[in-house]
């Protein structure tokens, strides 16, 4: 039970995807504007990486029984990709402004290099199934915590733009952001061995 705590806090925390890893940036960079939807776009994220670890691992399991994992890549996208599309039509129906929010990048999901690195992370770091997907809710709940951080930061506009040289203004203060997020995560570097 301590392996499993110690391995969703060190991937939310010390080895956080978007903040440590830099994996899924288009989404975090492109929905992080407004607190709702990134919440919103976290908790997608968060039941996409749970199911595709769920489904990803035992397929996992097939393809080196049968010596054919070199095409894990290819197989993980194709079933990403399929919960995708049963994600977005599920929104699509029950929370439709949700859906309208989160716009082009729910379809992004599918491509979301988070969500496939993820389940081959847990693969290529010999977990069992249950560590598998504690490693993947916690990675999903991790992508979730910086998404809202940064989202708060944006929301905030924690800088004054007449304070703000030209060339920094918009996108670069937005990328100079988020690399001060990512270094005050820095600081949980050896917290979980």
């Avoid at 968060?46 to 769920?54: Q, R």
């Amino acid at each position: 039970m301590v392996n499993l705590i110690v391995i969703f806090m060190a991937v939310v925390l010390v080895n956080n995807f978007l903040l440590s890893q830099f994996l899924g940036i288009c989404s975090f960079l492109g929905v992080s504007n407004k607190l709702s939807s990134s919440v919103g776009m976290g908790g997608a994220v968060i039941f996409v990486m749970f199911i595709a670890e769920l489904v990803t691992w035992p397929i996992q399991q097939l393809l080196d029984k049968f010596e054919i994992g070199y095409l894990q890549t290819v197989v993980f996208i194709l079933v990403i990709a399929s919960l995708v599309q049963f994600v977005e039509m599920f929104m699509k129906k029950y929370l439709p402004a949700l859906q309208k929010a989160l716009g082009i990048f729910l379809p992004l999901i599918t491509t979301n290099c988070a969500i496939l690195g993820a389940t081959i992370n847990a693969i290529n770091y010999g977990y069992t199934y249950a560590q598998s997907i504690v490693y993947a809710v916690g990675a999903g709940v991790g992508y979730l915590v910086a998404m809202v951080l940064f989202a708060g930061v944006r929301e905030e506009k924690l800088w004054d733009d007449s304070l703000v040289p030209t060339p920094f203004k918009g996108v670069p203060m937005v990328l100079i952001s988020a690399t001060i997020l990512s270094l005050s995560f820095m600081g949980f570097t050896g917290l979980f061995q």
